[in-house]
């Protein structure tokens, strides 16, 4: 399979749905726009897991001449890996969102028809703007050039805007909407201007060429391009002093959409500074370990801090993101410490990548679950606020049972699959013992962890166990609607898979490491 | 001074100066003009990394102009859903101080 196909097959059915949008809403089917985004997805997983099966080797397409100035794109196990987790949970929302987006139609502020009501709000545009998110997204995995990443990476953070304020009529969406925007250009353009500094540096863009440039010396020009691109794809990944855009940006989305940018769309800035940070410039050179830990302990401690506080769930979710991204850049962090303080000890490093990499999966299923369940209740009580979904367990008995195992797997409990992959990162951590900055790095990580999986379970405890504060405001409440339920049940079904398949599920991934640490 | 120093003397100085514009100005549209001039210091750096002298002659590399007439467009879509979003705002408020707005603190 060329790694062109699935990015055709992608915008494909974008341009189909913009296209084709008149018909349906003539022939009165306008769920069949999100048909035509679940098939597209659906193929596209199954080409990517086919594929993975297959244990195919990397690929590479070069777009013309075999010269250093053109674009080109790879296929390896690594861009395979997280464009399985991409669009696997891209079909997922777009199922979601066949039957969630008619709630949104119904609660448009305006008196028109039904039909005039849908022409309004855009489905063709959401769907065609979701399957162009997924394909950035993609494209950033299998870029194989600065150039052609930050094309597909702009083309992600254009959707994501247009997506976040896609709910034009609500002061919240649109002013989100704005922040976001200014800040995530200000870091693309950051990245950008690191990326100018590389082609100075190199006269070339591609991986390679880039890479033997800066990969065994530094000089101080390559140190700044490396700056600049951390802080730019920091602002994507939302880590903590660039963070401020997301739990306004996260909320304020349709839910769907939600699921997609905590679940993996900060997962995009992670994969960009993993590639350029380990496999670009190479951690035993630049030495940005302690800078990475401490960007990832300032993270998870802030997030973890300030979700407590929160009384909006999906605010709340958002907050528990930024945490997670803690724990992913904290793994990473320890791996580049170890690199190069510790050269000979390379398992050690893979281990903690290994929990890395685990863990944006591991995320990735849980936060969309979580943000999926509560677009159940959301269309139900038409409410946000934690302190009004108390109780709700035994009416949305299935919901509420998908979203505990979701925060479970979040929380980290054992035998679930969330509890190894921070398991890994702690391991690593003190797999030197004589490492004081190792040590009190993994305790902190440890206490992180134990406040978060409290508040995940007193989260669920509330939401099942607790007794309504309205008295009757939950009596006339039912089940999700079928539609919505089916992608919630496959999530939780996979977060249990994914425990049982533990092995094959890191040998996958340390074959996707092989790809960076070689 | 080189003319590749010089290019990028001036395209820190506009990423300087439309830096400046975001952080103190309060008018919507005026941040997004700001935006657009850190988008054309960002371009400026990549035409200064791009120059090459032929034969006493100042050429600009092909990959350089490529990512500039790309960036361009990209700022011209970011240009544009930035005051698409704008509007919105006005429509919501009546006004484009993000003073006035509520959560639009950085």
Known sequence: ????????????????????????????????????????????????????????????????????????????????????????????????????????????????????????LGLDRYYALLLTLITGMIGVTMANDFFTLYVFWELMAISSYSLVAFRKWSWEAVEAGFKYLIMSTLGSL??????????????????????????????????FSLAMIMVGFGVTAAIVPFHSWLPDAHPAAPTPISAILSGVVIKTGVYAMLWSMFKIFGPATYGFGPALIGLGILTMSFANIAAIMQTDIKRFLAYSSIANIGYIITGMGLAAHILRTYPSEVGLAALALTGALLHVLNHALGKGLSFLSTGCYILRVNSREIERLEGIGPRMPATTASLGIGLLNLAGVPPLSGFWSKLLIVSAGLGIPSDGLMLAVTIIFIVNCIVAAGYYLWLFQRLAFKRPMLDGGLKEISEAPALMLVPILILAAACILITIMLNPVLQFIRSALEVILG | MSLYEIYFAGSLLLITTGLYIIASKRHLVKIVIGLEVVTLGVNLAIASMGIRIVDDMIVMDALAQGMIAISIAVAAAIAALALSIAINIYKHYGTFDIRKLRRLRW
């Open chain 1, 1 to 120: 399979m060329e790694p062109l196909n699935i990015i055709l097959i992608l915008v494909g059915a974008a341009v189909a749905t913009v296209i084709l949008d008149p018909v349906f809403r003539k022939v009165r089917l306008i769920e069949l726009s999100g048909v035509i985004a679940c098939i597209a997805f659906l193929s596209t997983l199954v080409l990517l897991v086919l594929d993975a099966v297959a244990g195919a080797p990397p690929r590479i397409i070069i777009f013309g001449p075999d010269s250093p100035l053109t674009t080109s794109l790879k296929l390896d196990m690594l861009s395979i890996y997280l464009s399985i987790i991409f669009s696997g949970l891209g079909l997922m929302a777009a199922i979601y969102s066949i039957r969630y987006m008619l709630f949104e139609v119904e609660h448009l502020p305006l008196d028109d028809p039904f039909w005039v009501k849908v022409r309004e």
């Open chain 1, 190 to 223: 950051a990245a950008l201007l690191g990326i100018a500094l590389l082609y100075g540096l190199a006269g070339s863009l591609r991986f390679d060429a880039v890479r033997a440039v800066v990969f065994g010396g530094g000089n101080m020009a390559a140190a």
